[in-house]
């Protein structure tokens, strides 16, 4: 597995921006691939964006499509995610989650990614 750590949460207001960083360790960072989800209060947690190993490809859910970009740098180790144009149902505990496993090549479920960092905080008031 591999160690994850989230950085970047904060309170905004809405139709403002936050970026999300996700720092990975391993040396086989480049491999993997990543995803952010999100987990509001009573709520189920759900995949927001994922990007493959090469970056060649990227999945967003429909809420936030054209808002929120997925990027990942591979000398870096890190993996963000900018959200533009927040809305109060944004907010949520975001979790950045990676695919050491290979299940496969844009994994968007829950159930495919076995490595999980702590969350970070993000709220948006309306």
């Known amino acids: 597995q591999v160690q994850l750590v989230e950085s970047g949460g904060g309170l905004v207001q809405a139709g403002g921006s936050l970026r999300l960083s996700c720092a990975a360790s391993g040396r086989t960072f480049s491999r993997y691939a990543m995803g952010w989800f999100r987990q509001a209060p009573g709520k189920d947690r759900e995949i927001v964006a994922a990007i493959n190993w090469s970056r060649g490809r990227a999945y967003y859910a429909d809420s936030v499509k054209g808002r929120f970009t997925i990027s990942r740098d591979n000398t870096k180790n890190t993996v963000d995610l900018q959200m533009n144009s927040l809305k109060p149902e944004d907010t949520a505990v975001y979790y950045c989650?990676?695919?050491?496993?290979?299940?496969?090549?844009?994994?968007?479920?829950?159930?495919?990614?076995?490595?999980w960092g702590q969350g970070t905080q993000v709220t948006v008031s309306s």
């Open positions: 989650a990676a695919d050491t496993q290979g299940s496969k090549i844009l994994p968007y479920a829950r159930n495919e990614y076995d490595s």
